[in-house]
Structures are given as C-alpha cells and as structure tokens.
C-alpha cells in the first residue's frame, strides 16, 4: 500500500457517542492526521457545510439516521456547500440492508462497520484515494455513480469530481488551482441538474397524465404531480446561480403555476382536459429550452422510456406483494386446523 502523507488533510468526526469519537479520532491521528474536528449531534455539524472544508467525513449513521441522510444530501446537492465532493464515509453497528440502500441512495462514498479498526479505515481511505467511484447527476441524487448496467435513454456523463483527500494525501495540494477546480465541477454539476430536471418534470406529468382525468383522480398521479413544483424550484435557483435565465425561466415559472392549479383542481375531484394538455406542453417547452441541441423527439422517448418502466417495476411490486399476501394467507389456513385438532384432542383427553 501507498505511503500517503495524511497531515495536511482536514476531517470531521459526527458521531453521538463520545467514546466513539475519541477511537475514530486517534486512529486518524496514527494515520498522520492532525486535523480532525468531532461534533456530537448532526446539529451540532450543520454549519459545517458552508463554515469549513472538510476533505473527510465520518459520519454515524446510527444514532440520528434522518437527520444524517439529510445531511449527506445537503452536503452532496446544496450550492452553498463549500466541499460538495468531500469523501464521506458513514459508520453503523447494524449494516441492515435497508440502510445500506438509504445510505447508498443519499450519496455517501462509504459504509464503515464499527468497532474499527486502524487497518480498516486505512484500507477504505486508499480506496477512496486510488479508485473512488466517479460521480452521476440526476434531478434528485448527485454522488457515486453504482450502476451495474447503463439505463435507458440517453448516457449521462459522468463527473471525476474533485477529491480533495487525494490531492492532499498525494501532496499535490499544492500544484493545483482548488478554487477553479470546484468550480468546474460546480457549473458542470449545475449543467447536469438542469437537464436531468427537466426530464424527470415531463416524466412526472407524463406519469400521472393518464390517472388525472380518472373521477377521483387517482392517488399515485396526484402524488407524482405535487412533486413537481419542488423540481422547479430547484431548476429556477439554478438557472439564476449559472447566470442564464433565458426563455427556460419564464417556461419553468409558468409550468409550476400551472402544476399548482393542476393539483389543486385534481384534489377538488375534477380536472379540465385542456390544462393538463397545456401542462403537458409547458413540460415539453421546457426540455428543449434547456437543452436546445437535442431533438424533442429523443426527450420524449426518453421521458416514454421511463414512464414505462416504470409502470411495469410498480407493477412487478404489487405482483410481488400479492403472491406474498396469497402465501401467508394459505400459510395461516394450514396452521389453523392444526391447532383446532390439537384443542380436539385435548378436550377428548379431558
């Protein structure tokens, strides 16, 4: 292994257990790092996003899970994050599957089971360090790219995002331009969650297209069309953050007025055919002023692409649920007589 020089590398330790900050921390110190704050709470951390510039992040994930998934997509997705890029690596004494995935789906590089050992975090730093996993943009996840298999539609380009704990554990610090770097990184970040915004906007509405005109509207169509003013919200702080506003803010504007009445018409049971074709439009008009070289048609078999299947694991899932609640109910069926035989003999017996 390497021989890396840790001492100019800054870290932060979250955790609520004080003995197991103090362990983290020495075995960062024999590692050769001098820098390592501890904060007790992910409260107690959550200024340290935009005050410092973390290169290493421990992170338990125990003690406060929701606030801690959280923190991680602050961290990975807010623009006033000075470190969006920072390794961060999440610590548990229970790695469930379930949390495996929500830690995994909110970004982190890493997944630390306790107690640790020096040789443990020394071989998950050199990983991080020689073969850390390139980043994904999507319009809610921005973070190691896992996917076993490309996805369909269009191939999203992936980010080498900045690693700071390389540059500093390789003592090439010093012979880059930080700041230029992260904002590259940034505006390419940036780039990205305009476009893959604006599909999964048309995706939503496409989606719930076919159950809004259904009297009652349907549920899931409902739901899926309420989170689409959120997605607007964060493409119009884009836009203004890139400094290009253009035709892709008056259509992004319009289309989140026009959503909110869409919703608020489906909640009250009734939906009027020609709003929702105009929101269909607007979504539409949004993709391509965002992303004026790609042809409407490709977007839309993109969009289509989704939406299918999409349908289709929803369909899989309910499927699934079925044939488990067919299977425990033919379970319960086979117990019962069993113990109704059982309580026949020993009335007999008596």
């Known amino acids: 292994m390497p021989d890396y020089d840790y001492s100019l590398v800054d870290a932060a330790i979250i955790d609520t257990q004080s003995n197991t900050q103090r362990v983290l921390r020495e075995v960062l110190a024999r590692l050769g790092m001098k820098r390592a704050e501890t904060y007790g709470s992910v409260r107690d951390a959550a200024d340290m996003a935009t005050a410092a510039t973390p290169d290493?992040?421990?992170?338990?994930?125990?003690?406060?899970?929701?606030?801690?998934?959280?923190?991680?997509?602050?961290?990975?997705?807010?623009?006033?994050?000075?470190?969006?890029?920072?390794?961060?690596?999440?610590?548990?004494?229970?790695?469930?599957?379930?949390?495996?995935?929500?830690?995994?789906?909110?970004?982190?590089?890493?997944?630390?089971v306790k107690p640790v050992s020096p040789k443990q975090v020394q071989e998950r730093l050199a990983a991080l360090i020689e073969s850390r996993k390139k980043f994904v943009v999507t319009a809610d996840y921005t973070g190691p790219d896992r996917r076993k298999s490309p996805r369909e539609g269009a191939q999203v380009p992936l980010l080498d995002a900045p690693n700071t704990l390389r540059l500093k554990a390789t003592n090439r610090w010093a012979h880059i331009n930080a700041r230029q770097l992260m904002a590259e990184a940034n505006h390419f970040v940036n780039e990205q969650k305009l476009l893959r915004i604006s599909v999964q906007v048309a995706f939503l509405i496409e989606f719930a297209a076919t159950g809004l005109p259904a009297?009652?509207?349907?549920?899931?169509?409902?739901?899926?069309?309420?989170?689409?003013?959120?997605?607007?919200?964060?493409?119009?702080?884009?836009?203004?953050?890139?400094?290009?506003?253009?035709?892709?803010e008056s259509v992004a504007k319009s289309l989140k007025m026009m959503a909110e009445r869409l919703r608020l018409q489906a909640e009250s049971g009734a939906v009027a055919a020609e709003e929702l074709e105009r929101v269909r439009a607007l979504a539409r008009d949004l993709m391509q002023a965002v992303d004026a070289a790609r042809?409407?048609?490709?977007?839309?078999?993109?969009?289509?692409?989704?939406?299918?299947?999409?349908?289709?694991?929803?369909?899989?899932?309910?499927?699934?649920?079925?044939e488990a609640a067919k299977a425990e109910a033919a379970r319960a069926a086979t117990v019962v007589p069993a113990a109704n035989g059982d309580a026949a003999k020993e009335a007999v017996g008596s």
């Open 56 to 112: 290493l992040i421990l992170l338990d994930i125990d003690g406060e899970e929701a606030e801690a998934l959280r923190l991680i997509r602050r961290l990975r997705n807010e623009p006033d994050t000075r470190n969006p890029y920072a390794c961060i690596v999440a610590t548990t004494w229970q790695p469930t599957p379930l949390l495996v995935m929500r830690v995994t789906n909110a970004g982190a590089d890493d997944l630390l």
């Open 215 to 248: 009297r009652p509207p349907e549920r899931m169509a409902v739901e899926h069309l309420a989170r689409v003013p959120a997605f607007l919200d964060d493409l119009l702080r884009r836009l203004d953050d890139l400094g290009e506003p253009g035709p892709a």
């Open 295 to 322: 042809s409407l048609e490709a977007m839309m078999a993109e969009v289509a692409a989704a939406v299918t299947g999409y349908r289709t694991r929803l369909e899989q899932m309910a499927q699934a649920k079925a």
